[in-house]
């Protein structure tokens, strides 16, 4: 079972960046993903990097603000996340699927089998 574990989020100012890490105990060369979910809000996707090809996946929400990218080591993924805005306060989640194959298509949480326990992102006016 793969363990996942984010680090990197907090508090910051509306325009502020943060970087978030994704730490996972074993290669993964799945599918792999960020999610978040605010208060009364479903969780969803907002980056996914499949494996092989590296292609990217953005909410349109995100686009030109965020990046997603994983460490040579295959073991660690982060979110660059930069311009944040108050909408994008929320719990964010790694996650990875469990079964090999492109990310394309599947932004579902329910395509996603292994996840962190999240990190939160606070952002103030």
């Known amino acids: 079972q793969v363990q996942l574990v984010e680090s990197g989020g907090g508090s910051v100012q509306a325009g502020g960046s943060l970087n978030l890490s994704c730490s996972a105990s074993?290669?993964?060369?799945?599918?792999m993903g960020w999610f978040r979910q605010a208060p009364g809000k479903e969780r969803e996707a907002i980056a996914t990097l499949s494996p092989i090809s590296l292609n990217t996946y953005y909410a349109d929400s995100v686009k030109g603000r965020f990046t997603i990218s994983k460490d040579i080591d295959k073991r660690t993924l982060h979110l660059q996340m930069n311009n944040l805005q108050y909408d994008d306060a929320a719990m964010y989640y790694c996650a990875a699927m469990s079964v090999s194959g492109s990310c394309y298509g599947r932004t579902h949480p329910r395509f996603y089998t292994h996840w962190g326990q999240g990190t939160q992102v606070t952002v103030s006016s």
């Open positions: 074993s290669y993964i060369y799945n599918c």
